[in-house]
């Protein structure tokens, strides 16, 4: 009995220890959030990173304020909140007078300071008790709390105090983007894709302070913008897709919720109706546009170049007029593009004709014209934005006319080029780009054009090869974090070695947002809870 007793008790004893010491080894492994700012995987990174090694308590006694007066920061400020409640699952309050405790502020405050001249420039000062952020534009301070919402733990530390605490790491960061153009392009016109769709790719485009999104609105495929005066260019060219699928259309309703939601994520939307070439879809639901010779028919292909818009036709641009004058009615933003690539079976003067008159429809109704870099074979105003994809000898033509040229070099970076021969979807007619050679270039050196005519940066992602958002997400996640960086950050923040793992600290995040990132063995994943509930789920 006495025997059987102690055998118990030893028992016990060890089944304790062994418990406390799980607990303790489980303690070890959820890492601790870090007080030193410099260690926080910053993504765009920032111009400049000072840490002072303490930390900022972010809690239930914290309340955001903005200044009064000035336009757009309490929207940002709510924006945050919004952001952080579904992050961390705090609510705070906004520009409150609320009768609980306020230890702690987070302030976004409106500065006239010269150091905050360059457009979207913010400053963000944490100290143990107070955030601050300084913005001249509520712009800036829209990518500032891009910042913030980084700096924020995933996790609490719940031993420091009996409520949960999300410590923040103090110090100092001064910010600004390299260009003022941080785009992606997604093609809505191989495959379409849906209001809901486009809004989850903006929301996480803006999270990475990309400010562009290009709407590749039509094509051979497919139209996929209603046109109040041209009906049948959404009922018969908009009814099906590459693979013979449904298709589908933006009304303009839509297109109007998409430009809102992106407004509110201080992005600007390009509408591209592309063309002369590239214009089936057109053609089939209004054949009097047709320059091939050929009856059209609706096309559930991929290859490119066989249409053509007749040029010489008055009719081809009154159309044109109403298109233009209907979409740019509903387009907050400066530009419009006209594509113009690859339009094989347009005689080279008939496609000088064409683009030279469409640049005057599209400035007739206040807009900066973008096409593909070939339409710098045309008298180009340089006002008018040359799209380089393809050709560095158009590019650098587009440069002698004094136009801006948007850096997109297909070899470099078009996401829909697969990351290498074993990737489920994708092209590879330009390059296999792999995480790191989507990141290691530089958009100021390559191909010679001077940096004072570079607008910007933009990754264009083409749907031949995907329909759901699951495969959009496959070929924009990761590099399209890197093209964000490669359009923000100065040359001299930018290294392989130092990003590769703050990218793989985006896991977490992207998890969360339930993206179906591609895994790229070049990076070492940091894991989340959030992983593996979707893995358990596939
Ligand atoms: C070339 S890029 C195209 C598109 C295709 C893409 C596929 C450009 C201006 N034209 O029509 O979708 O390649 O990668």
């Keep these: 009995m006495t025997k059987h007793f102690l055998t118990r008790c030893i028992f016990f ?7 406390i010491a799980c607990q303790k080894e489980e303690k070890k492994r959820i890492p601790m959030p870090t007080t030193d700012m410099s260690k926080v995987s910053l993504m765009p990174k920032p111009v400049k990173t000072v840490p002072t090694h303490s930390a900022f308590a972010l809690d239930q006694f914290t309340a955001i304020y903005t ?40 302030y976004i405050n409106q500065s006239d300071s010269i150091e905050l001249d360059a457009p979207e420039a913010y400053q963000l000062y944490i100290n143990q008790d107070s955030v601050i952020l300084n913005a001249n534009t509520s712009e800036g301070a829209f990518r500032g ?5 980084q700096l924020v733990p995933e996790t609490s530390n719940d031993t420091l105090a009996e409520q949960s605490i999300w410590p923040v790491p103090t110090g100092k960061i001064v910010d600004n983007p390299n260009f003022a153009y941080r785009g992606a392009m997604l093609d809505v016109a191989r495959h379409f894709f849906s209001v809901a769709d486009v809004k989850k790719y903006i929301d996480l485009l803006s999270y990475y302070k990309i400010n562009v999104l290009h709407l590749h609105l039509s094509d051979d495929q497919g139209w996929r913008i209603e046109i109040k005066s041209w009906p049948k260019l959404t009922e018969v060219g908009g009814s099906t897709e590459v693979g013979g699928e449904a298709g589908g259309f933006f009304t303009q309703e839509d297109y109007k919720e998409i430009v809102r939601y992106a407004a509110e994520r201080y992005m600007t939307i390009i509408p591209e109706i592309d063309m ?68 094989h079976v347009t005689k080279k003067n008939d496609y000088i004709y064409f683009v ?76 296999y780009i792999p995480v790191d050679t989507a990141y290691v270039w530089s958009p100021e050196e390559y191909g010679g054009i001077p940096f004072a005519n570079i607008l910007g940066v933009e990754a264009p992602l083409w749907s031949e090869t995907i329909s759901n958002i699951d495969e959009l997400e496959y070929l924009a996640f990761p590099r399209v974090i890197g093209y964000s960086e490669l359009s923000w950050s100065i040359p001299e923040n930018r290294d392989w070695e130092d990003y590769k793992v703050r990218l793989a600290d985006q896991a977490p995040f992207l998890d969360r947002m339930n993206v179906k990132y591609y895994p790229s063995p070049l990076i070492d994943w940091k894991k989340s809870k959030y992983r593996y509930e979707t893995i358990e789920k596939d």
């Design 13 to 19: 004893l060890a089944l304790g220890i062994t418990v």
């Design 67 to 106: 200044s009064k007066g000035a336009t757009g920061f309490e929207e940002v400020g709510k924006f945050l909140a919004g952001k952080l409640k579904s992050k961390i699952d705090l609510e705070i309050p906004v520009n409150q007078e609320t009768s609980n405790i306020v230890e702690r502020i987070i």
């Design 145 to 149: 709390i891009q910042t913030l919402r």
């Design 276 to 343: 002369p070439g590239h214009t089936n879809a057109a053609s089939v639901s209004y054949p009097l546009l047709n320059g091939n010779g050929k009856t059209p028919k609706l096309y559930e292909g991929t290859h490119v170049g066989f249409s053509t818009f007749d040029t010489r036709k008055d009719t081809v641009y009154a159309f044109i007029d109403d298109v233009v004058r209907e979409i740019a009615a509903i387009t907050p933003g400066p530009y419009f593009h006209i594509g113009g690539d690859e339009s």
């Design 356 to 431: 030279n008159r469409v640049e005057k429809i599209v400035q007739k109704y206040g807009k900066r014209m973008i096409g593909w870099d070939e339409i710098a074979l045309a008298d180009i105003d340089s006002t008018s934005i040359s799209h380089w994809w393809s050709s560095e000898e158009n590019a650098k033509k587009a440069v002698e006319k004094g136009m801006k040229v948007i850096v997109s070099p297909a070899k470099k970076a078009y996401l829909d080029m697969s990351y290498d021969s074993d990737s489920k979807h994708g092209l590879h007619w330009a390059a």
